[in-house]
């Protein structure tokens, strides 16, 4: 029962619910919480450790929407736990290897992100329009790093409806001293029509190299495209979506009715639609990544790199295809 699990674990679970996790946040949050969960874990033996995480793995993905970072999280975590099984260790050697795997984590994410932000605001120049869309953490640390630089430059960003996490972009750019235009998405045309290139982040790359981002940029691509403005999607390697390199997709959260009936008046209305939207490789210039500028069809041979756990692969099928029909326990 969800009342039976970490306080750690719920939270995590309640902020997923309420769309307060960004991906990249979400990841490093995913993996910190179940990383908690072993080391405050009472388990004796190493296969009661593994049920415990288990069960939390379980809680969170009931709540978790499309995002890859946590699901890497996930497959990171059970990798090391089976291997501990596999070989036999004892609880408190499981908990060592997963307190150090913890410290590597935060070193390899720090750095990750740094690097991005440098390889991004290469491509910014002195007096630049950039366009970008909804709120990113990973776009807001290549802008930042360009003001850093000394560049001036300008931003246009639209509200990013629902949500409105564009107004939050729009925010903390102004607070850095970063001039920013802000408009509704219905006025993206002209104002990417006037910009010199096009960053956002990504919710997962898939092994295609297409984008799954916050709905909208799918349409933002085309508009670029249509002008010949650069579209570059900024990721470090948490966000390539391992799980399709399996073939295991991605099932697209849907708007929900607050989202567009905040007051329900219309029950008669069904809404429709997702939250996020899936930009194809054809329309993006390059990803951003932590090393260095990547075409996107290059995404694959990257994801192989990436630990996966055969264990969790008919779990998170089963996820993919319906997520409510993962209990929550």
């Known amino acids: 029962m969800c009342s039976q699990q970490h306080p750690a674990v719920m939270e995590v679970a309640r902020k997923f619910r309420a769309l307060e996790l960004h991906a990249a946040r979400a990841g490093r949050e995913v993996f910190e919480t179940l990383v908690q969960v072993v080391l405050d874990s009472p388990a004796r033996d190493s296969a009661a450790l593994a049920t415990e995480i288990e069960q939390a793995v379980d809680a969170l993905l009931g709540a978790m929407p499309a995002y890859a970072p946590p699901l890497n999280a996930i497959c990171r975590v059970s990798t090391l736990a089976e ?6 260790l004892p609880v408190q050697e499981l908990k060592t290897a997963f307190n150090e795997e913890r410290n590597r984590f935060r070193l390899w994410s720090q750095e990750a992100r740094e690097k991005t932000a440098l390889v991004g605001a290469e491509l910014i120049r002195q007096g ?22 000394g560049k001036a430059f ?4 639209t509200e990013s409806s629902p949500n409105r996490d564009g107004v939050q972009t729009a925010s903390a750019l102004a607070e850095i001293g970063v001039p920013v235009e802000l ?14 290139l096009m960053l956002v982040g990504a919710e997962a790359i898939t092994a295609v190299g297409s984008a799954v981002c916050k709905v909208g940029t799918y349409p933002a691509a085309l508009v670029a495209r249509a002008n010949n403005v650069p579209v570059y999607v900024v990721v470090d390697s ?16 849907h708007l929900r009715r607050q989202d567009v009936l905040p007051n329900n008046d219309r029950p008669d209305v069904q809404v429709e639609g997702h939250l996020f939207d899936e930009t194809p490789q054809t329309l993006i ?12 069809v290059a995404a694959a041979a990257l994801m192989r790199e990436l ?14 295809l319906s997520k409510e029909s993962l209990s929550v326990t």
């Open 83 to 88: 291997a501990g099984l596999r070989n036999g």
């Open 128 to 149: 630049h329009k950039v366009f970008t869309f909804t709120f990113g953490e990973t776009v807001m640390r290549v802008l930042s790093e360009a003001v850093g630089q």
């Open 154 to 157: 300008r931003v246009r960003v």
């Open 183 to 196: 408009s509704i998405d219905a006025c993206m045309a002209e104002l990417i029509a006037g910009c010199d």
């Open 238 to 253: 948490s966000k390539f979506n391992l799980l399709s390199l399996y073939s295991i997709p991605l099932v697209l959260d």
């Open 285 to 296: 210039s390059a990803l951003v990544t932590e090393r260095g500028l990547m075409h996107p």
């Open 307 to 320: 630990p996966f756990s055969s264990h969790l692969f008919q779990k998170l099928s089963a996820w993919s």
